[in-house]
């Protein structure tokens, strides 16, 4: 396919956001807030959903791909299959990873990935310290507030700050759960919480809450209503914080040359490495 050739070697360097943590914190509903749409499946449920990267597109509508490795194949997939396929715990077809092109997203140039959960006795099978080109990849440690400072949360951090630097952030979710001064005492800790546990630098920690921000756009939400006003404007401040941080990472990374097809997305190295570090999660 003639598209396949525009842009490859420039799309090869998109740079890419990972947004990993623990099943169920919200590591979906936070890039559904940042995109400002459902593009995601988001359930109480534990998804176990495969791997997905979300990314712009130029044309006017959406496109849905799906993976499979050892054909080398790029299934070309409709919303509602894409949707299926996030919630097929079986996923009988054997994808490894799933990709959406979306129209309009606030993001021009960055590649989210969205992971699958991780529950606490498997965490350390997930590791994404030997990432190729780590400089062209942001990771979002996603917690929830109520337990953020988890011990293999903080361990996580303490092994992959080395590699990621100021390109490690955490994202203390579900703050809504919360009231005001609890929000803003986690807040304010953190830092030495972090710096007691061995963390010297110490990342950007953001207290927030996706459901509110998801919510932001649509005037008289009842949820948003309910909620305390303090309350939802900590969270909206550190949301636009946790959101220019994103803006930043993209800025520093030079524009690619058109969107990237998923074949060169597929074949970029921040994915295949972050795939090969995800072993049991493609098995
Ligand atoms: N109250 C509240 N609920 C939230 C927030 N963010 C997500 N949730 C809810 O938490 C549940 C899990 O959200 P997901 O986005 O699916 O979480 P996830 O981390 O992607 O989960 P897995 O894919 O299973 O690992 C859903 O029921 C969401 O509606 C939030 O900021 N506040
Ligand atoms: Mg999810």
């Not at 449920?45 to 597109?57: G, H, K």
């Not at 996030?86 to 979306?102: K, S, V």
Request: some cysteine; aromatic content about 10%.
């Amino acid at each position: 396919m003639a598209t396949l050739d525009i842009g490859g070697a420039a799309a090869q360097q998109a740079p890419c956001v990972l947004f990993m943590g623990d099943f169920n914190v919200g590591k979906s509903s936070l890039i559904n807030a940042l995109l400002r749409r459902e593009a995601l499946f988001a359930s109480r449920e534990e998804s176990r959903a495969l791997p997905t990267f979300v990314t712009r597109t130029d044309r006017a509508e959406a496109h849905f791909a799906a993976y499979l490795p050892e054909k080398g194949r790029v299934d070309e997939k409709g919303q509602d299959e894409f949707f299926d396929i996030r919630q097929d715990r079986n996923n009988e077809a054997g994808y490894i990873l799933m990709g959406a092109r979306l129209p309009a997203i606030p993001f021009s140039n960055l590649v989210l990935i969205d992971t699958a959960g991780a529950s606490s006795d498997a965490c350390e099978t997930i590791d994404v310290s030997h990432l190729a080109t780590p400089d062209k990849a942001m990771l979002v440690v996603v917690t929830d507030i109520e337990y953020w400072a988890a011990r293999h949360t903080l361990d996580f951090v303490k092994s992959h700050l080395p590699v990621f630097g100021d390109s490690l952030v955490m994202v203390a979710n579900k703050a809504d759960h919360l009231n005001a001064s609890e929000i803003r005492r986690i807040s304010e800790k953190a830092p030495n919480r972090l710096r007691a546990y061995g963390i010297e630098a110490v990342p950007r920690f953001f207290a927030l809450s996706a459901r509110l921000e998801f919510a932001r756009r649509t005037p008289r939400n009842e949820y948003r209503h309910r909620t305390r006003r303090e309350v939802r404007e900590l969270c909206d401040a550190s949301f636009d914080a946790f959101r220019v941080a994103l803006y930043e990472f993209e800025a520093a990374h030079a524009p690619i040359d058109g969107a990237p097809t998923f074949r060169q997305l597929f074949d970029s190295p921040v994915i295949t490495s972050f795939l090969k570090t995800q072993g049991t999660a493609v098995a």
